[in-house]
C-alpha cells in the first residue's frame, strides 16, 4: 500500500502592494498600500470584481434636523 498522491495546490495569486510613510520622528506613520491595478497575466484584480452599489455615504452627515439617538 503507497502513500497517497499529494492534493494539488491552486496556483497562489500575490497582490502587489508598497509602504507609504508619513510624518517624520516619533509621529512617522506607514501604511500599506494595495495595487489593484497592476497586470498579471493580461488581467487585472480590478477588472474581475464585480461592481457593487454606490454608497452615499455624504448623506448622512449632511441631515438636518436628524435625531441623536438614531446614531446611536
Same mark, same amino acid.
Given at each position: 500500500?503507497?502513500? #497517497?498522491? #499529494?492534493?494539488?495546490? /491552486? /496556483?497562489?495569486?500575490y %497582490? &502587489?502592494?508598497?509602504?507609504? +510613510? *508619513?510624518? $517624520?520622528?516619533?509621529?512617522?506613520?506607514?501604511?500599506?498600500?494595495?495595487?489593484?491595478?497592476? %497586470? +498579471?497575466?493580461?488581467?487585472? !484584480?480590478? $477588472? *474581475?470584481l464585480?461592481?457593487? &452599489?454606490?454608497?452615499? !455615504?455624504?448623506?448622512?452627515?449632511?441631515? *438636518?434636523?436628524?435625531? #441623536?439617538? %438614531? +446614531?446611536?
Amino acid at each position: 500500500m503507497g502513500r #497517497p498522491a #499529494p492534493a494539488a495546490s /491552486p /496556483p497562489r495569486r500575490y %497582490l &502587489p502592494h508598497h509602504a507609504v +510613510y *508619513q510624518g $517624520s520622528g516619533d509621529e512617522r506613520k506607514c501604511r500599506v498600500v494595495f495595487d489593484a491595478a497592476a %497586470l +498579471y497575466d493580461g488581467t487585472k !484584480l480590478n $477588472s *474581475q470584481l464585480e461592481a457593487g &452599489p454606490i454608497k452615499d !455615504l455624504g448623506k448622512r452627515s449632511s441631515c *438636518q434636523g436628524a435625531d #441623536p439617538e %438614531l +446614531y446611536i
